[in-house]
């Protein structure tokens, strides 16, 4: 089966970091995705990783373990414009299998 | 160039009618998929197609639900007789030929059964 798990709901605060958990349990694996996803909009893409590590890409970094089944989304200096929710996805043979999302809320 | 394109935005039918929802994908993109999401649930793998061809359809619900994506024109996600429970928000998202993993989303259609 396919089994992609995230935590529902994170809060944090305005310019502080947060990491955002995910595992996942699938039959094929081809790379990991994040997207972000604001209230009624369409999910945008973030990162993706397909060998161990981690990437870098401005105030947002994606690490991969493929051995563990695991992998992380990390905000830095965080902005109110960052409440979303954040979607994990399994690139898996042929398709995107996504977790449920991780909604996130900022505060001042 | 103009991303996936989703017409209707939004899409009110009821009971027992039928819902027709359209997708344009990038261009150069000859692969569409369509997911589903429910109120406050994270999206779930309808549909795989590539022009004139459906290459996974697991996600599809066995009967009222059809897919196509034609030769010529948009890919066309069909909900026959809907239901109050097929309420949700429909997107698309399109990938480059064989040698990309990346998907591109439409702004998605909501559809509300009344």
């Known amino acids: 089966g396919q089994n992609i798990d995230q935590p529902t709901e994170m809060t944090a605060t305005e310019g502080a970091i947060v990491q955002i958990n995910c595992t996942y349990q699938?039959?094929?694996?081809?790379?990991l995705f994040w997207y972000q996803q604001h209230a009624g909009e369409a999910p945008t893409f973030l990162s993706y990783?397909?060998?161990?590590g981690l990437e870098e890409k401005g105030r947002f970094s994606s690490f991969l373990s493929r051995s563990k089944g695991y992998s992380y989304l990390l905000l830095k200096e965080l902005q109110m414009k960052d409440s979303a929710s954040y979607l994990c996805a399994v690139y898996n043979t042929d398709k995107l299998i996504f977790g449920t999302g991780t909604r996130l809320q900022v505060f001042p | 160039n103009a991303g996936v394109m989703q017409n209707p935005r939004h899409l009110v039918r009821r009971r027992g009618q039928e819902a027709r929802l359209r997708c344009s994908p990038m261009?150069?993109?000859?692969?569409v998929y369509w997911y589903r999401q429910l109120p406050e649930e994270g999206l779930k793998f309808m549909v795989y197609?590539?022009?004139?061809?459906?290459?996974?359809e697991s996600g599809m619900p066995k009967e009222r639900f059809s897919a196509e994506f034609p030769k010529e024109g948009p890919s066309i996600l069909r909900i026959q007789q809907v239901v109050r429970g097929d309420s949700a928000a429909y997107f698309c998202?399109?990938?480059?030929?064989?040698?990309?993993?990346?998907?591109?989303f439409g702004q998605g259609t909501r559809l509300t059964v009344v």
């Open positions: 990783n397909v060998l161990d």
């Open positions: 699938t039959s094929g694996f081809n790379g």
């Open positions: 197609l590539q022009k004139e061809n459906i290459i996974d």
């Open positions: 998202a399109s990938s480059p030929p064989i040698g990309s993993t990346e998907a591109f």
């Open positions: 261009k150069g993109h000859s692969h």
